[in-house]
């Protein structure tokens, strides 16, 4: 499938298909989505309840690896560590991977984003002595795990182009996959989306959007 480069809003670069009219992040601006989506409203909303040493983090469509990058960016100034799943089913090649400025405009070496692509999949790597990355190339309907994250990066791309990603069935597997009090986050905001995380069990809550959007999504499986 063609990928061309695309400029945001906030001046970093994402990927566009063309076949699909889509993009990898938000048009209004890919690292600003991700610092509101899912480092605020995920991997802090969760912290500042749970104050835990490790987290465990499942991404639901790792693609350009942006989710990833801030993540582990956070836990070089933080307290925490992270084991970090990446799931992807198609993965980018490393010279789409390459025209990606996440590094310059978040003042990091380019070096560090790199090794996340570069690190082999299906294997535990530890990318630093707080970051523990593991690649997995897979459907999400694929996915088998049980009471295993703390928080779900659902980052699918949306429900125009791919509504098979945002159903019952896919969201009770997201359920299965987080431990008690975990939270999924999304960008999305879609009625459609809502009911199926409800139907699998979510307590679902509208947020304030990222920029751009007025709203989007975050899911806690309650203790039960």
């Known amino acids: 499938m063609k990928r061309s480069l695309f400029k945001t809003g906030d001046g970093s670069y994402t990927l566009h298909i063309p076949e699909w009219d889509e993009q990898y992040h938000s048009k209004h601006g890919a690292i600003a989505e991700a610092l509101h989506v899912f480092i605020k409203e995920g991997l802090y909303h969760w912290f500042s309840k749970n104050k835990s040493e490790t987290i465990s983090i499942l991404e639901i469509g790792f693609g350009t690896g942006l989710n990833a990058f801030l993540t582990f960016l956070e836990t070089e100034t933080n307290s925490f560590n992270v084991a970090y799943t990446g799931v992807e089913a198609y993965p980018l090649q ?29 294997v535990k790597t530890k990318l630093s002595e707080k970051f523990q990355l593991t690649k997995q190339q897979r459907l999400f309907s694929e996915i088998d795990a049980e009471n295993t994250f703390n928080i779900i990066y659902f980052d699918a791309f949306g429900i125009r182009v791919q509504p098979e990603l945002w159903t019952e069935t896919i969201f009770k597997i997201m359920y299965k996959s987080l431990k008690p009090d975990g939270v999924l986050v999304t960008y999305a905001a879609n009625g459609n989306a809502r009911r199926a995380m409800q139907a699998a069990g979510f307590i679902v809550e509208r947020l304030t959007g990222p920029p751009g959007k007025k709203e989007m999504l975050r899911g806690t499986k309650v203790k039960g």
Request: aromatic letters at 14%.
């Open 94 to 122: 490393i010279d789409e991977i390459s025209k990606l400025n996440y590094f310059s405009l978040l003042n990091t070496s380019e070096e560090n984003f790199l090794k996340l692509h570069v690190s082999p999949w299906e």
